[in-house]
T-cell receptor, first 116, second 112 residues
Framework: DTGVSQDPRHKITKRGQNVTFRCDPI?????LYWYRQTLGQGPEFLTY????????KSRLLSDRFSAERPKGSFSTLEIQRTEQGDSAMYLC??????????????FGPGTRLTVL | DQQVKQNSPSLSVQEGRISILNCDYT??????FLWYKKYPAEGPTFLIS?????DKNEDGRFTVFLNKSAKHLSLHIVPSQPGDSAVYFC???????????FGAGTRLTVKP
């Protein structure tokens, strides 16, 4: 399968715990995005990488959220001290180089987080 | 702030008829508009896009219309097929900006 993959697909955690999600983009894609989607809403942009550089992170929801893409390939999204309000689907997407404007982004299946 | 709005949470049409999904936006800086389709347990899939310099873009059974003065776009599916049943998201962004804003989605059901 050459699409965007995310791991785990489901995560249940207790309030106050830290969680980390992984995203593997399509191999030749240099742009990687993280979104959050809550029930009944569309995806909400969180952050964006071009190669290993995090070019936009002002939309991260709080300082408990952080993302990395150390080698410009896979990325991780970490949520520290989780709260019940963090329960949502976390989506990762990637897109190929060469396009100056946002275009077709390829989404992974998402990680569903449940905070008890 | 809901800069992209899809006011119809659901739409049901008969197979073979036209499906029209609507989307309104408030940010005049938006220059690029996209439609995504989402099946259960999958991520959204890109469907069709349009830039603000155009008022129509067509791809097979799918056509997107843009009315910049009304800040409105629509997706037409003709003819509708049962396999089109999914949630459709409208999205928009300023040119050269990767902060894409999504609407809440419209669930389309195409009945055989």
């Amino acid at each position: 399968d050459t699409g965007v993959s995310q791991d785990p697909r489901h995560k249940i955690t207790k309030r106050g715990q830290n969680v980390t999600f992984r995203c593997d983009p399509i191999s030749e894609h240099n742009r990687l995005y993280w979104y959050r989607q809550t029930l009944g809403q569309g995806p909400e942009f969180l952050t964006y990488f071009q190669n290993e550089a995090q070019l936009e992170k002002s939309r991260l929801l709080s300082d408990r959220f952080s993302a990395e893409r150390p080698k410009g390939s896979f990325s991780t999204l970490e949520i520290q001290r989780t709260e019940q309000g963090d329960s949502a689907m976390y989506l990762c997407a990637s897109s190929p180089p060469g396009l100056a404007s946002p275009n077709e982004q390829f989404f992974g299946p998402g990680t569903r987080l449940t905070v008890l | 702030d809901q800069q992209v709005k899809q006011n119809s949470p659901s739409l049901s049409v008969q197979e073979g008829r036209i499906s029209i999904l609507n989307c309104d936006y408030t940010n005049s800086m938006f220059d690029y508009f996209l439609w995504y389709k989402k099946y259960p347990a999958e991520g959204p899939t890109f469907l069709i896009s349009i830039s603000s310099i155009k008022d129509k873009n067509e791809d097979g059974r799918f056509t997107v219309f843009l009315n910049k003065s009304a800040k409105h776009l629509s997706l037409h599916i003709v003819p509708s097929q049962p396999g089109d049943s999914a949630v459709y998201f409208c999205a928009a962004s300023p040119y050269n900006n990767n902060d894409m804003r999504f609407g809440a989605g419209t669930r389309l059901t195409v009945k055989p």
